[in-house]
């Protein structure tokens, strides 16, 4: 209690430790908004991206018995 400042006000603590927590959770659901908002964003993003590289991929010519590199196969 004596790291909470706000228990430490005589005839606070009911109220402002409802108080901070209602802000908290309200600043917590704005953070969640944006975090899943960025997650979808970023996931449009490398389908996109993915798809671009597919499209160039699909479209190079190959030479006749020539081996071709797979970029998808997880090596780096």
């Known amino acids: 209690a004596a790291a909470d400042p706000v228990s430490m006000v005589p005839g ?3 109220r ?4 901070n927590e209602h802000t908290i ?5 704005i953070i969640e908004e944006k975090v899943i ?3 979808e964003h ?4 490398v389908k996109s991206l993915l798809n671009i590289i597919s499209e160039t991929v ?3 010519p190959t030479v ?3 081996a071709l590199t797979d970029m998808f196969d ?3």
């Open 74 to 76: 997880g090596q780096y």
């Open 25 to 29: 959770h309200e600043r917590l659901d």
């Open 64 to 66: 006749p018995e020539t």
């Open 42 to 45: 970023l996931e449009s993003e």
């Open 58 to 60: 699909s479209n190079i």
């Open 12 to 14: 606070s603590l009911e």
């Open 16 to 19: 402002g430790s409802w108080c």
């Open 37 to 39: 908002k960025t997650v």
